[in-house]
C-alpha cells in the first residue's frame, strides 16, 4: 500500500494506554513505569481526550509535587481522527513537534495513539523518499555521549536534543553502542515517592549510573546506504536514532524519527514552511510572538530564491548559566530547502538578536549557495 492511500488507523495503536483527567501525577509516573511507555493520552470520565502527557515534558516541569493533578500539567494535543490520511498526520505532529498524537472519532473520543514509531513505519510506504541516501538529510556533527559518563549526562543532552536515544562513543570517537530512555528508566523511575519531579529527576541525590552500564548494541548505518535501511535499523533495534559511520567505525552523522518526519514533511509541504521551535520554557506568548516575526520576515526573503524555497525550519533553545552567572542562549538552526539543508548555531544573552542573527545567517547561506549555482551555470557549455 502506498503512503498516499494510508490512513491513521491503519498505522495507530488501537488499545492504548490512557490516565485520567484527575490522576495525580505519581500515579501517572506508575502507570508509565508499568507499561515501560512515555506517552499518554489524557481523557475526561467519558473518554473523551482532553490531553497529553509525555516523560519530557514532566521533566520540564519537575519542580511541580507529584500529588498534582495531571491536568495542571497536560498538554493539549492537536485533533487527529482515524480517518485521517498519514501524510497530513505526519505534517501535524512535525508541525506541533509531538512524540506521539492521541487519535479520536468524530466525537473527541480515544480510539487509539500513533507516534512517531508508527509513522517511521509507514514511510517504508513512500518509496521515493526512502530511496534517497542517508546522507542527504543526515545531520553531521552529531551530539554523543562517552561510555564512561553518568547517565544524569546522558539525559541531560537527550533532553536538550529532545530525543529518546543517543549515540555512545569512545575516546576517538568510535561507535560503541546506544543508550536508550528505556534502558536507564528504572534507574529514573527509582525515587517516585519522592516529593518533587525535580527529586525523582535526581537533582537532589544522585547514585552514579554509568552510560556504559546501559550500553545497548549500536544502530548505525553508512552513509551511503539508503534511508530505507535507516528505517530498518531503528525498527529492527527499537530506537529512535541511527548512527552514521565511516568505514572505519567512527561516528559522522546522526538520524532521528523526527529528523525522518521533518524531512518527509517538508517534500510534502504546499504553502508556508513548517516551523517548529523547541526548548523554550511555556508560557512566555510575547517572546514566541517577537520570534515568529522574525522568523516570518526572514523565511519570506529566502522564499525569493529559486530552487531554494524554506520547506522546514526548525530552531533548537538551549539555555545555559555562564562562568559569570549569565544566562547564554545557544540557538541550533536546520533549515530544509527545496535544493538543501542548511545548519547554523550561534550563541548570544540576548535572545532576539540571537534568533535574529541566526535567520539572517541562513539568508545569507542561501544567496551565497545561489550565487554560486547562477555563477556555475555562466561557465557550463
Do not use: C
Not at 23 to 28: F, H, R, T
Amino acid at each position: 500500500m502506498k503512503i498516499e492511500d494510508m490512513y491513521v488507523r491503519d498505522v495507530m495503536n488501537q488499545n492504548p494506554i490512557y490516565v485520567e483527567e484527575n490522576e495525580v501525577l505519581s500515579k501517572v509516573i506508575s502507570k508509565m513505569k508499568e507499561h515501560q511507555i512515555h506517552e499518554l493520552p489524557i481523557v475526561d470520565s467519558k473518554k473523551k481526550v482532553v490531553g497529553y502527557i509525555d516523560f519530557e515534558h514532566l521533566m520540564k516541569r519537575r519542580s511541580i509535587p507529584i500529588t498534582s493533578k495531571v491536568s495542571t500539567v497536560m498538554i493539549k494535543p492537536p485533533k487527529v481522527m482515524d480517518s485521517t490520511p498519514v501524510i497530513d498526520a505526519i505534517k501535524i505532529m512535525a508541525n506541533n513537534g509531538l512524540r506521539a498524537i492521541p487519535v479520536t472519532d468524530e466525537n473527541d473520543i480515544l480510539v487509539g495513539l500513533t507516534t512517531r514509531t508508527d509513522f517511521t513505519r509507514a514511510l517504508l510506504n513512500a518509496e521515493s523518499f526512502v530511496s534517497k541516501p542517508v546522507e542527504e538529510i543526515m545531520v553531521e556533527n552529531p551530539v554523543a555521549v562517552l561510555e564512561d559518563s553518568t547517565i544524569y549526562e546522558a539525559l541531560e543532552k537527550m533532553r536538550k536534543l529532545d530525543e529518546m536515544s543517543i549515540p555512545v562513543v569512545d575516546d576517538h570517537n568510535h561507535l560503541k553502542g546506544m543508550v536508550h530512555i528505556k534502558d536507564i528508566s528504572n534507574a529514573l523511575w527509582r525515587d517516585k515517592e519522592r516529593p518533587t519531579l525535580g527529586d525523582m529527576h535526581g537533582e537532589k541525590v544522585r547514585q552514579t549510573f554509568l552510560v556504559k552500564d546501559f550500553l545497548s548494541p549500536p544502530v548505525n548505518v553508512l552513509k551511503n546506504d539508503k534511508i530505507k535501511d535507516a528505517i530498518k535499523s531503528m525498527l529492527d533495534l527499537k530506537s529512535h536514532v541511527v548512527a552514521i559511520t565511516d568505514n572505519e567505525g567512527k561516528l559522522i552523522g546522526i538520524l532521528t524519527q523526527k529528523d525522518l518526519i521533518e524531512h518527509f514533511a517538508s517534500s510534502k509541504a504546499e504553502e508556508m514552511a513548517i516551523v517548529q521551535i523547541t526548548g523554550l520554557s511555556e508560557g512566555d506568548a510575547i517572546l514566541l510572538d517577537s520570534i515568529y516575526t522574525i522568523i516570518e520576515r526572514e523565511l519570506k526573503k529566502m522564499a525569493k530564491f529559486e530552487n531554494y524555497k524554506p520547506l522546514s525550519l526548525t530552531l533548537h533553545v538551549e539555555e545555559h548559566v555562564s562562568k559569570t552567572s549569565e544566562i547564554v542562549y545557544v540557538v541550533r538552526a536546520k533549515l530544509i530547502t527545496e535544493k538543501k539543508v542548511f545548519y547554523y548555531t550561534d550563541q548570544d544573552a540576548n535572545l532576539l538578536a540571537l534568533v535574529d542573527r541566526v535567520m539572517d545567517s541562513l539568508h545569507r547561506m542561501v544567496r551565497k549557495e545561489k550565487e554560486k549555482e547562477k555563477e556555475l551555470r555562466r561557465f557550463m557549455p
